[in-house]
């Protein structure tokens, strides 16, 4: 088969490598689409796959969201009608779906944020659609998704390939933790380009300052211009990283996780790594659930004395089995889809 994945954001990458190399090992045609979105690009170098970049990511504004959203279409039409492709799949690629619908291409759509708008017209123009198994139909309804085409997998998408990256952790690790001087604190700032996201920008500031003269931090930029604001002199000590870093040396590196949302936070939290979220706006399904398994803390006002007490008394736990086992049965099933899968419609 000729499989076209439309990987669109840094987090895609990971999800779907092992099934992109499995496929490839099983004979089948990998045909990889991105948009310079974050890390997209440099995580597709780092794990050595062949892109195509196609368009472009059209910023934070919704109006520039609606004019840039056809304009892309047309690319993507325009690169894969060439390519006679048997499957379409994305992770909340808006795009993927209606480029599908319009080249009469079977598609599979996954999503597990019910706050999207662009998941109106993937719903309309999917095949198939994959949500986590707590994401109700009532909701997806409302943004006109039809309840046939609906297929819930088991536990969260980030279990889809977190279960492969901890047997190779284990595997790696040994039970063997280098002694460091200080303790190493994580932080994913909030997503400033997501049409999703109302909340502030910026308010992290004050947290990373009075964290790192005590602490080692790392942070964690969703994209140049984010970056460039924590380069500034202020932020003098923390380590700004600028280019890809792969969940396999965060999780054994890391003693405390702080992300304002997004999959990153969720990564962590089921990894077992002592993790708090400060996101801001209305929480995802996804991360309520989570927050009900005691994978993670919410806590959107944090400040850095908080976060120290909170480092003093937290340690590392093992990774969710239940989440994990459910991540391998997930992956199995989106497979099976992907390769057996009819049309619904």
């Known amino acids: 088969m000729r499989i076209w994945f439309e990987l669109t954001n840094s987090p895609h990458i990971n999800m779907f490598a092992a099934m992109i190399r499995e496929l490839?090992?099983?004979g089948h045609e990998v045909i990889i689409t991105c948009r310079p979105l974050a890390n997209t690009i440099d995580l597709l170098e780092l794990h050595g796959?062949?892109?195509?970049?196609?368009?472009?990511?059209y910023g934070g504004k919704l109006s520039a969201k609606l004019f840039g959203f056809p304009v892309r279409v047309a690319q993507l039409c325009r690169y894969i009608a060439r390519r006679k492709v048997d499957v379409a799949i994305s992770q909340s690629s808006f795009h993927s779906p209606v480029v599908a619908r319009l080249l009469r291409l079977r598609s599979i759509y996954m999503n597990d944020n019910e706050h999207a708008m662009g998941n109106?017209?993937?719903?309309l123009c999917a095949t198939t659609i994959m949500v986590p198994e707590f994401l109700g139909i009532d909701k997806l309804k409302q943004q006109w998704a039809n309840p046939r085409k609906v297929r819930h997998y088991p536990g969260v998408k980030?279990?889809?390939?977190?279960?492969e990256l901890d047997q190779r952790l284990a595997q790696a690790a040994n039970g063997q933790r280098a002694p460091r001087a200080r303790r190493v604190v994580y932080i994913r700032p909030e997503p400033w380009t997501?049409?999703?996201?109302k909340g502030s920008r910026n308010?992290?500031?004050?947290?990373?300052?009075?964290?790192k003269d005590q602490v080692d931090v790392i942070l964690l930029p969703r994209g140049k211009e984010q970056g460039v604001h924590y380069q500034d002199a202020r932020f003098?000590?923390?380590r700004v990283v600028t280019s890809a870093l792969d969940i396999a040396d965060i999780a054994p590196d890391c003693d405390l996780f702080i992300g304002a949302g997004g999959t990153m936070t969720r990564e962590m939290a089921v990894l077992g790594v002592p993790t708090i979220s400060v996101y801001q706006d209305e929480l995802l399904d996804v991360d309520r659930h989570l927050l009900e398994v005691g994978a993670f803390r919410h806590w959107p006002q944090l400040t850095a004395s908080q976060a120290l007490a909170y480092l003093d008394e937290a340690t590392a736990q093992p990774p969710n089995r239940q989440l994990l086992d459910k991540g391998r049965a997930a992956y199995d099933m989106v497979k099976q889809q992907l390769l057996n899968g009819h049309s619904s419609q």
Do not use: N, T
Not at 120 to 123: D, G, R, V
Not at 158 to 163: D, N, P, R, V
Not at 194 to 197: H, L, P, R, T, V
């Open 120 to 123: 109106i017209p993937a719903f």
């Open 203 to 211: 308010f992290l500031d004050e947290l990373v300052l009075g964290l």
């Open 158 to 163: 980030e279990g889809m390939y977190l279960w």
């Open 236 to 238: 003098a000590g923390v």
């Open 24 to 26: 490839e090992r099983d």
């Open 49 to 57: 796959f062949k892109y195509e970049v196609v368009g472009q990511h």
């Open 194 to 197: 997501a049409q999703y996201y």
